[in-house]
C-alpha cells in the first residue's frame, strides 16, 4: 500500500495545526459557527443529529494492521467504543468532542491517515474494487490510479469549491464491485487491443434526490491521459455546474440537461487544449507508484486445499461460511475472505473497539497486513491461504464477525439515518435489525440466493436504496415514518435505478412487505439459480404490486 512521502508527513501535519487552530476559535466564539462549518467541513466533522461526527478517509478502502488499530484507539478513547464503516470505504465516529477532534487527526497523521475532503464541495475519498490486486478477473490493480487522483485532489486549488461534492470510483474487473456507474466519474481500468492500458470513463452518475445512471464518454482513455481528462471533465463541471440551486447542482444534471453529446464535445475541446501539458503522466511516475502495490509474495501452500476439505467435512458452520464468504483468489492456494459486519440483528457496518483490533492481529497472522473496507460496509482480507482459512474462521467466530452472509438478504447496506443524522427522515438501522432477524436462519437466506436490500433514512440515498435490489427509502408524510419501496435495482456491471413499487409501508409494517416480495420471488422464479434480480428483470413489477397491494391504490408515498 501507498507510503506517505516527506511531502505527505508535512502536508498532514499542517493541515492538523491549522484546524487545531480554527477549532480553538470556534470553542472561544471568536469564528462563528457559518463561519467554521465549510472549514471543519473540509476536515471531516458534520454535526449530526445529536453530536458531532468526524468521517475519517480509507483511500480506496486499503489500510494496514497499524493503521486499523489506530482507529480502535480513537474509538476507544475519544468516542464510544465502536465505527461506523460507510458505503465510501471510510468509517466514522459519531460522538467525539469537538474539542478532542484535532488531538484525533494529530493521532491519525501518525499512522499516515486524515479526514481531509471526507466533506465539502470537493473531490471526496476515490473508492476502488475491494478485492484489487488479488481478484482473478482483474486487469490490473486500479489502486496506483487511485492513489495518483487522491494526490492530484487533495486541496486542489481550484476545484476545492465545485458546485456540489464530487465522487469518483475506480475498478480495474471485469464484474463491478466498486459501482461506478453510480458516480460522478467512473473508471474501468482495461486493455486495448495492443495490450495498452486505460480507461473507459463514465460521467454523470449519482444517487440522491434525481437517481441516474453514469455515461460512457469515452471508451479508452490511455492510462497518460487520465489527470488531464479528469481535470477537462472537472473544469466544465466547475463552469457550467448549477450554483443556485443545490438540489440541481451535482454533475449528473449537468449531463442530463445539456445532453451527453454536448457535454462531451465541451470535455474533449478543454481536453485537446491541455492534453500535452504538465498533467499528462510519464510512465515512470505511474510504474513508481505501482511499485507500492505491488502484491505480496505469495508462496505455494498446496497443503491448504487437503487441510480446507477436511475442515469443511468436520465442520458445517465453517463450510458454509467459506461457501459464502470466500472468494476465489489469482493465486489458487488462496482465498480473498469478507469479513461480514453484519451480524444477525446486528447494525451494519458497526464494529467494536475490541473488534478493529482482532482483525488487525488477524491480517498480520493470516493476511500480509492487509484489511480492505468494502462499499458494501464489510471488511476483507485479500489474500489468505487456504490452509489458514480455518483457524481465521475459528477467531473470527469468537468475536462475533464469522457471520455467513457475504450477498445474502441480511448483508444489508443501511446508513445511520434518523438514529443519528440531522438530514433523515425515518430511521434505518431499527428496519434493518428486523430484518435480518426475520430472515436471520441460514438455510432459509441460502434458498432464497444472491439478494441485496439496501436501506437510506432519507432522499440524499447515503444507503445506496436506488441501487438494491430491493430498495428501502425513509420518508416522512403528515409527521409519520414511511418506507418506500423500489425493486429491480443494481450498482454492477449492468447497473439499473429501482422501480418505485407503490406507496409507502409503516415501519411495522415494512419487515411484512419485504417477506412478502421475497416469497413471491421464490413462487415465480424458474428454478433455484435464478436471482431475485434476474427474475425481476424478467416478470417485471406486477406480480410484486399485485402481492403487496392487491387491487388497492398503489400510488407512491
Known sequence: MYRYDEFDHAFVSARVEQFRDQVARRLSGELAEDAFKPLRLMNGVYLQLHAYMLRVAIPYGTLNSKQMRMLAHIARKYDRGYGHFTTRQNIQYNWPKLSDTPDILT????????????????IRNVTADHFAGAAADEVADP???????????????????????????VTGAEKDRAAIQVHDIGLHLKKNEAGELGFAVYVGGGQGRTPLIAKKINDFLPEADLLTYITAIVRVYNLHGRRDNKYK????????????????????????????GELKLPEGDIRAIETYF?????????????????????????AAWVNQNVQPHRHPDYGMV????????????????????????????YAFDEIRVSHEQNLILPHVAKGDLYPLYQALEKAGLATAN??????????????????????????AQEISTRF???????????????????????????????????????GAELYQITLGGSGDENSSIGEIIGR?????????AVETIVDTYLGLRRDPKETFLEAYRRVGPKPFKDALYGSASVEAA
Open 143 to 169: 489502486r496506483p490510479y487511485a492513489e495518483i487522483l487522491r494526490q492530484w485532489s487533495s486541496l486542489h486549488p481550484e476545484f476545492s469549491f465545485l458546485p456540489r461534492k464530487f465522487k469518483i470510483a
Open 294 to 318: 505491488a502484491p505480496p509474495a505469495l508462496t505455494a501452500r498446496p497443503e491448504g486445499w487437503e487441510a480446507l476439505a477436511r475442515a469443511q467435512k468436520a465442520d458445517p458452520a465453517f
Open 504 to 512: 409507502g409501508f409503516e415501519p411495522e409494517k415494512v419487515t411484512d
Open 338 to 365: 469478507t469479513i461480514s459486519l453484519k451480524p444477525i440483528g446486528g447494525t451494519p457496518g458497526d464494529a467494536s473497539d475490541a473488534q478493529m483490533d482482532l482483525v488487525a492481529d488477524l491480517a498480520e497472522r
Open 406 to 431: 457475504s450477498n445474502l438478504i441480511t448483508d444489508m447496506i443501511a446508513c445511520p439515518g434518523l438514529d443519528y443524522c440531522a438530514l433523515a427522515n425515518a430511521r434505518s438501522i431499527p428496519v
Open 249 to 276: 447542482a451535482r454533475i449528473k444534471i449537468l449531463v442530463h440537461e445539456t445532453g451527453v453529446e454536448e457535454l462531451t464535445r465541451q470535455v474533449e475541446a478543454e481536453f485537446a487544449e491541455i492534453r500535452d
Open 440 to 478: 436471520g436462519s441460514l438455510e432459509r437466506q441460502q434458498e432464497i440466493g444472491e439478494l441485496k436490500i439496501k436501506i437510506s433514512g432519507c432522499i440524499n440515498a447515503c444507503g445506496h436504496h436506488h441501487v438494491g435490489h430491493i430498495g428501502l427509502l425513509g420518508v416522512e408524510k403528515k
Open 107 to 122: 493521532d491519525l497523521a501518525s499512522v499516515e491517515m486524515h479526514a481531509i475532503q471526507t466533506s465539502g464541495n470537493c
